[in-house]
C-alpha cells in the first residue's frame, strides 16, 4: 500500500511565493513517476507538474517559468516551488505517484491553494 501526504498549502498574495511538500511511504519501486496535479472549483483536474526518478521534468504551460518541481529519492519526496503566484492558481494541489512498471496511480489527499488579488 502507497501513502501520498502533502503538506505546504494556504493563502498569498498576488505574486507571492508557496513551497508544496509530498512525502510517499509504502511499496513503492524505485524508478516510479512523481507530479503534481490541481483542480480549481467546477474545473477538471489538470496536470500542473511531472518528475520522473532521473529528474526529467515537464510542466503545463500555464506555470512555465512560475513554478518549479523537484524530488528526493532517497526520501520519497516530492516538492513543488510556485513563485508569481496569480489568482487563476487558487485549486486543490494533489500529488500523485505513477508506479513504475503497473502504473497504477495514487493519490494524496490535496492541499488548497489560495491566491488573493
Known amino acids: 500500500q502507497v501513502q501520498l501526504v502533502e503538506s505546504g498549502g494556504g493563502l498569498v498574495q498576488a505574486g507571492g511565493s508557496l513551497k508544496l511538500s509530498c512525502a510517499a511511504s509504502?511499496?513503492?519501486?524505485?524508478?516510479?513517476?512523481m507530479a503534481w496535479y490541481r483542480q480549481a472549483p467546477g474545473k477538471q483536474r489538470e496536470l500542473v507538474a511531472t518528475?520522473?526518478?532521473?529528474?526529467?521534468?515537464n510542466y503545463a504551460d500555464s506555470v512555465k517559468g512560475r513554478f518549479s518541481v523537484a524530488r528526493d529519492n532517497a526520501k520519497n519526496t516530492v516538492f513543488l516551488y510556485m513563485n508569481s503566484l496569480k489568482p487563476e492558481d487558487t485549486a486543490v494541489y494533489y500529488c500523485n505517484l505513477k508506479m513504475r512498471y503497473t502504473h497504477n496511480d495514487y493519490w494524496g489527499q490535496g492541499t488548497q491553494v489560495t491566491v488573493s488579488s
Open positions: 509504502g511499496s513503492i519501486v524505485s524508478g516510479s513517476t
Open positions: 518528475i520522473t526518478s532521473a529528474y526529467s521534468t
